[in-house]
């Protein structure tokens, strides 16, 4: 009988840590930086929207730091114990920054997981140098009398968007799992005690 004990609460601690992970995954999907994105040029007061809207929030922080600055020193933002959905998590004033290449990184503490962390690379700063312009193809022009050979250019493919994905799974889904899996490991639980009394009562 104990081993049956055993083996229960060996399942019982794989639902557990599945169920963690399951989690986080989703609050990767959920916690997000939807402007600037990576490779932007900026410049002045960049406002840095996103959403940090999810089940058990604490608290966010937002900092930046010098690409490839082998020192790593990050420099706050704004912190907030307010959660925000997809609006503006705070204002970057860059006036006072040298030209370069940053990172953001945004933290969000929750409540009795690991805390999430975002980083947003390659944000181009060009307050005092020009933004780079991609460079246009020159211009064929034909010689009197010569008949100019056509030229097909391809257009871009049209996106199609992509159906919901079933698997995506919500909070909801998540704690509606989690607490079934738990009642159904109580229930057999209390089954094999039972079933343990039973046999114990009928012995001489």
């Known amino acids: 009988m104990r081993r049956y ?48 809207e999810v089940r058990g929030f604490i608290s966010f922080e937002i900092m930046f730091a010098l690409s490839g600055d082998a ?8 912190t907030s114990l307010q959660a925000i959905e997809d609006d503006i998590l705070g204002e970057w004033d860059t006036n006072t920054l040298t030209d370069g290449t940053y990172t953001l990184r945004l933290t969000v503490e929750i409540e009795d997981e690991e805390s999430v962390i975002i980083l947003l690379d390659g944000l181009r700063l060009r307050n005092y140098t020009a933004i780079e312009t991609n460079t246009p193809a020159p211009t064929f022009t034909p ?62």
């Open 5 to 52: 004990f055993y083996w229960l609460f060996f399942l019982y601690l794989i639902l557990i840590i599945n169920s963690s992970a399951l989690a986080l995954k989703q609050f990767d999907f959920q916690i997000r930086i939807d402007s600037p994105r990576p490779g932007d040029a900026v410049q002045g007061i960049v406002p840095i929207i996103g959403n940090t």
């Open 71 to 78: 020192t790593q020193n990050w420099f706050e933002i704004t």
């Open 143 to 204: 010689d009197p009398g010569q008949t100019p050979t056509p030229t097909i250019t391809p257009l871009p493919p049209t996106p199609t968007p992509l159906p919901p994905n079933p698997a995506e799974l919500s909070p909801q889904k998540i704690r509606v799992w989690f607490v079934g899996g738990a009642i159904g490991a109580l229930g057999i639980l209390v089954m094999l005690w039972f079933y343990t009394s039973a046999r114990k009562k009928r012995m001489p």
